[in-house]
């Protein structure tokens, strides 16, 4: 399936959700859209700490919010997902 095709059949990004929307879509993507990871052995984007979801601790707070409502519009994980992408996350401040 090309890029356009997802789009048109899975929709783009939910804008209801502020800060949350890219992982909402990819959830929608891959689970829905039954898309396959492949893995790349290169860096292709190095992103930088300090984003818009981790500016604060408020900011944080809706983060984990939009989080749990996207998982819970696709169908995938809980809170237990929840709780591990965001300690999985730690290890990027030291």
Excluded: C
């Excluded at 800060?19 to 396959?36: E, F, P, S, T, V």
């Excluded at 984990?64 to 995938?76: P, Q, Y």
């Amino acid at each position: 399936m090309q890029t356009g095709e997802l789009i048109e059949q899975w929709g783009g990004y939910d804008t209801s959700l502020r800060i949350a929307a890219d992982y909402d879509a990819m959830l929608r993507y891959l689970h829905k859209g039954q898309i396959q990871l492949a893995y790349i052995p290169r860096v292709l984007v190095k992103m930088r700490v300090g984003g818009e979801s981790n500016k604060s601790l408020k900011k944080i707070m809706q983060k984990s919010r939009e989080d749990m409502t996207a998982l819970r519009n696709n169908g995938v994980g809980g809170f237990g997902t929840l709780v591990f992408k965001n300690l999985s996350k730690v290890k990027q401040f030291f």
